[in-house]
């Protein structure tokens, strides 16, 4: 967040405590937006591709509040979906499961930015310093600067990204072929 306020000619801050409505405030605000906004995508870092909730006692899977998306795994056969902080089987349209049978679900997680890898938490102060300052000072010169930051950050990112994906081809990881082989 310093690097924001030093971007726009802000002294830097010691404590997040009591920002009132400051420049500071602010920066701390988008910094928290482009986070979120990253980590929706699902990336290697905060992504489970294959995470099985377990039902309460009553059946019922609540979210976990760091939960930001939920999309449905190749080999579940019902239509999960999330509505009200629940997992929804809008197959048997009930959001009561088996205990034993627990929905199997693709999960993108929400971490603190202080627990992301250093790629990420580069790409995403880079973007709120462009986005920051874009919206503060509105300079064309120093958004072209920027934007040379986050285009190199973001292609770290994505080279990360590639380094721990597994090896994929077209007869593991096509979702056609993974059904046609589950048959």
Known sequence: MNEMLKAIGEIPVNSLDHLGFTDAA????????KCRELQLRGWYFNRDTSYTFVPGTDGRVVLPPNVLAVLPFATEARRIVPRGGLLWNASDRTDVFPRDDGPTMEVVWMFDFEKLPE???????????????????GSETSYKFTQDDERFAWNALLAEERRYEGKANMFNDAQDVVEVWQR
């Open 119 to 137: 790629g990420a938490r580069r790409c995403i102060v880079v973007r709120a310093v462009t986005k920051f300052q874009t919206d503060q000072l």
């Open 26 to 33: 602010i920066a701390r605000d988008t910094l928290r937006i």
